[in-house]
């Protein structure tokens, strides 16, 4: 049969009738489907319905989710409706690029870090560090002990298990022989419960970049919005639950929580970087923060700020050495500036938007870059145009 003898669905109608609804089909040539005629729902119990029909070798598929109701159809042409393709030759050709591609896959590996339960900790994290604001039952200061005792126990199996796999994952690329580390769990163990011991200094410093990040924006209504709202504030919290976990020598989790971080909000700050307190990002969006920075307590960084490496055509030779800025208390970057390599920012400095700095400014400076040009000339185009539409305005009100 050719597809060209069967035009295509003409009107894929729905009615509603007091509390049923009924679907009417309508083709340019009729076709009797005679297996479907109606079908109706329950206002009051929302549902999907998905159903093949088959007539002639023409093949109709439909899903129909309501309420609101809402309708999709799918037609196809085949001598058997229910066939699929050959993928055999397809698959065999991507199998022989994971095998030809070490770089790309991770086959027969037992131990490996796991993105989707890295989250799961810093969502778990989330509900700890700030509680109330993203738990789905109300908290009071009866039942909050019990909530914090599960919380807890739900990080510590999960975090274990992810250190865990994440020291084997190491052992195997650095020596091939992490299935047989007889360390490694006592290390997970040990590293698990010293992050969890952390949690009280994590939720002070976290504390601190709140009040500062209500302190420097006066759009913010009050501390509470800065918490739902800023994300600044959510790659700082991030960032202060990775960099406890790099300081404990765990591999790659760190690293995959603040990437996470940074697909979330923009903000991209290496794990190893470290941030002093009363910490704020205004905006946020576009900025940098390398692995070797160093920030001391009270700055203010602004959307687009690069504090980053002069030059990385050195590659893994630079790997350990200090390459990046360090940012003295109370230092304020406007935004777009970039600030490049093993360089100092000194206390109380103010770097103006939109500089590029490779070398030290002393304490108590403020850098910004000298006053332009600014052209404005006459736009003869568009001065026409703005009289034209005076003169159209003009005669429409006289009218």
Same mark, same amino acid.
């Given at each position: 049969m050719n597809w060209a003898q069967w035009p295509c669905l003409h009107e894929w109608k729905a009615g509603t009738t007091r509390k049923?609804?009924?679907?009417?089909?309508?083709?340019?040539?009729?076709?009797?489907?005679?297996?479907?005629?109606?079908?109706?729902?329950?206002?009051?119990?929302?549902?999907t319905m998905r159903a093949v029909f088959v007539t002639d070798n023409l093949r109709f598929s439909f899903s129909l989710d309501f309420p609101p109701l809402a309708t999709t159809m799918t037609a196809m042409l085949d001598g058997d409706a229910n066939s699929k393709p050959d993928f055999n030759q397809l698959v065999d050709q991507v199998v022989d690029s994971y095998l030809g591609d070490p770089l790309t896959q991770h086959l027969d590996s037992t131990f490996l870090p796991s993105r989707a339960r890295a989250i799961e900790i810093i969502e778990l994290m989330r509900r700890v560090v700030f509680p109330g604001f993203f738990d789905t039952q109300t908290l009071t200061t009866e039942n909050v002990r019990f909530h914090v005792g599960d919380l807890l126990n739900q990080v !510590?199996? #999960?975090?274990?298990?992810? +250190?865990?796999?994440?020291? *084997?994952?190491?052992?195997?690329?650095? %020596?091939a022989n992490g299935d047989d580390c007889e360390d490694c769990d006592q290390q997970a163990a040990e590293a698990t419960l010293a992050f969890l011991e952390r949690i009280p200094e994590i939720r002070r410093m976290l504390s601190l970049d709140v009040q500062a990040s209500f302190d420097g924006d006066p759009a913010a209504a009050n501390t509470d919005e800065t918490v739902f709202c800023y994300p600044?504030?959510?790659?700082?919290?991030?960032?202060?639950?990775? !960099?406890? #976990?790099?300081?404990?020598? +765990?591999?790659?989790?760190? *690293?995959?929580?603040?990437?996470?971080? %940074?697909?979330?909000?923009?903000?991209?700050?290496?794990?190893g970087a470290t941030l002093g307190e009363s910490f704020f990002i205004d905006h946020g969006t576009g900025v940098v923060i390398g692995e070797t920075v160093s920030i001391g307590a009270r700055?203010?960084?602004?959307?687009?700020?690069?504090?980053?490496?002069?030059?990385?055509?050195?590659?893994?030779?630079w790997k350990g050495m200090k390459r990046h800025p360090t940012i003295e208390d109370d230092v304020t970057i406007y935004g777009g500036a970039i600030i490049l390599g093993d360089i100092t920012i000194g206390r109380g400095s103010t770097i103006g938007g939109s500089v590029f700095v490779t070398e030290d400014v002393p304490p108590g400076h403020m850098v910004s870059m000298a006053k332009l040009e600014l052209h404005v000339r006459e736009d003869k185009r568009a001065q026409r145009l703005i009289r034209k539409q005076d003169e159209q305005r003009q005669a429409d009100q006289t009218t």
């Open positions: 049923r609804t009924h679907l009417i089909l309508g083709f340019e040539q009729k076709l009797q489907i005679p297996a479907f005629q109606a079908f109706s729902y329950s206002e009051k119990r929302p549902a !510590h199996d #999960l975090l274990y298990e992810e +250190v865990r796999h994440a020291l *084997r994952y190491e052992q195997n690329r650095l %020596h600044g504030i959510d790659a700082i919290f991030i960032h202060r639950v990775a !960099h406890e #976990l790099w300081e404990l020598n +765990v591999p790659l989790v760190p *690293r995959i929580m603040t990437e996470y971080a %940074h697909n979330e909000t923009g903000i991209d700050i290496h794990p700055v203010k960084l602004y959307q687009g700020v690069t504090l980053g490496a002069k030059s990385t055509r050195g590659g893994q030779s």
